[in-house]
T-cell receptor, first 114, second 114 residues
């Protein structure tokens, strides 16, 4: 089974600053899909950004971007111009091209301070 | 604006009771999932369904059972609840027709067994 590792249990960033959350994964497959999800306190888990492994270009969604390093099996999330509403748990997830369920990392708790 | 609904959101019950957590989605997704989220926030897949009358157990062993009689409905049942079942249960769905197959989550059902 593929494993997803998030090595930063907690992080803190000041409003308007930039923060990078780390994620590494282990797989022997060449094609797969990677995701970052956000879970605000007591609220629904929502998709932040997705990346297809066969695409070399890093995905971006407004203030959110990824640094996808396929050879290193690394998939970090950069949040620019952090806002108080970005405070949440962030989960990195992996999906095999041959399956449908996602394997999640343990999450990184991000706190954005004024 | 969730298109996937879970009830109840919160449930406190005594040991030995039978409980059913409801999950319904209005997106016409063929795939549905149940994840258990422990206090450390890690998510574990406990059940999934690839279509009507299809259910499989996930990576984490669970005493719960599921059924998928209708596409939109994927309830989870515990015949005899125990304190070890105390957790948050997240229901999700996905559409196999999409390339990346991202999951859409409900708001979760937080179960406490006394």
């Amino acid at each position: 089974a593929q494993t997803v590792t998030q090595s930063q249990p907690e992080m803190s960033v000041q409003e308007a600053e930039t923060v990078t959350l780390s994620c590494t994964y282990d797989t022997s497959e060449s094609n797969y899909y990677l995701f970052w999800y956000k879970q605000p306190p007591s609220r629904q888990m929502i998709l932040v950004i997705r990346q297809e492994a066969y695409k070399q270009q890093n995905a971006t969604e407004n203030r959110f971007s990824v640094n996808f390093q396929k050879a290193a099996k690394s998939f970090s999330l950069k949040i620019s111009d952090s806002q108080l509403g970005d405070t949440a748990m962030y989960f990195c997830a992996f999906r095999s091209s041959s399956g449908y369920a996602l394997n999640f990392g343990k999450g990184t708790s991000l706190l954005v301070t004024p | 604006e969730a298109d996937i609904y879970q009830t109840p959101r919160y449930l406190v019950i005594g040991t030995g009771k039978k409980i059913t957590l409801e999950c319904s989605q209005t997106m016409g997704h063929d795939k549905m999932y149940w994840y258990q989220q422990d206090p450390g926030m890690e998510l574990h897949l406990i059940h999934y369904s690839y279509g009507v009358n299809s259910t499989e157990k996930g990576d984490l062993s669970s005493e719960s059972t599921v059924s998928r009689i209708r596409t939109e409905h994927f309830p989870l049942t515990l015949e005899s609840a125990r304190p070890s079942h105390t957790s948050q249960y997240l229901c999700a769905s996905s559409d196999s027709r999409t390339l990346t197959g991202e999951l859409f989550f409900g708001e979760g059902s937080r179960l406490t067994v006394l």
